[in-house]
């Protein structure tokens, strides 16, 4: 059973601060999405990586940074974090680069930023 | 641009009702359509997928198709249960550079009445 993690299920973190939001999958998985979801906007591509220290912007990368150091984690950065930011983050990884493979995601990360 | 539009936005039906979800889509060049069911404060969970070939998948109570002429997809609910409140994303990938990007639409929510 394939499982995604992420380390918080709720975060409180103040503007500017520097937030980290991580992203583990067991099952060897080759690419990994962060998104955001809002309500009325659906979710949102920031960040993927199909690789090891490899990474691509999706559609809404301003603000954000990644970090795939090894390839069971996925980090989203926050380097100064804003009001705007406050959303839902979800995490996602895919077996490979086929197209019709899964994604599977994580239960999310509700971020508020005060 | 690549874009997902959904319709209804929400949709209120009885406990042992029928109903018929839809997407239209601009993604192009397009890979592959999947339907998730994300209950609250859950990641998504996939349902369908259907490839340029296909034009009709099902899953249980659960029954997609696909008209790749028109870009439309539905997703037709069977004898629908209390279990299928949710909201149901269609999300839509294109296929660039080796990889696969994935287009979400906003949902639509369901909810099921007893």
């Known amino acids: 059973d394939v499982k995604v993690t992420q380390s918080s299920r709720y975060l409180v973190k103040r503007t500017g601060e520097k937030v980290f939001l991580e992203c583990v999958q067991d099952?060897?998985?080759?690419?990994m999405f962060w998104y955001r979801q809002d309500p009325g906007l659906g979710l949102r591509l920031i960040y993927f990586?199909?690789?090891?220290?490899?990474?691509e912007k999706g559609d809404i990368p301003e603000g954000y940074s990644v970090s795939r150091e090894k390839k069971e984690r996925f980090s989203l950065i926050l380097e100064s974090a804003s009001t705007n930011q406050t959303s839902m983050y979800l995490c996602?990884?895919?077996?490979?680069?086929?197209?019709?493979?899964?994604?599977?995601f994580g239960p999310g990360t509700r971020l508020t930023v005060l | 641009k690549n874009q997902v539009e959904q319709s209804p936005q929400s949709l209120i039906i009885l406990e042992g009702k029928n109903c018929t979800l839809q997407?239209?889509?601009?993604?192009?060049?397009?890979?592959?359509l999947r339907w998730y069911k994300q209950d609250t404060g859950r990641g998504p969970v996939s349902l369908t997928i259907m490839t340029f070939s296909e034009n009709t998948k099902s899953n249980g109570r659960y029954t997609a198709t696909l008209d790749a002429d028109t870009k439309q997809s539905s997703l037709h609910i069977t004898a629908s249960q209390l279990s299928d409140s949710a909201s149901y994303i269609c999300?839509?990938?294109?296929?660039?550079?080796?990889?696969?990007?994935?287009?979400f639409g906003r949902g639509t929510s369901l909810i099921v009445h007893p």
């Open positions: 996602a990884s895919r077996p490979g680069t086929r197209g019709t493979d899964t994604q599977y």
């Open positions: 099952m060897d998985h080759e690419n």
């Open positions: 990586s199909y690789d090891v220290k490899m990474k």
């Open positions: 999300v839509v990938s294109r296929s660039s550079g080796g990889s696969y990007i994935p287009t």
């Open positions: 997407c239209n889509y601009t993604v192009s060049p397009f890979s592959n």
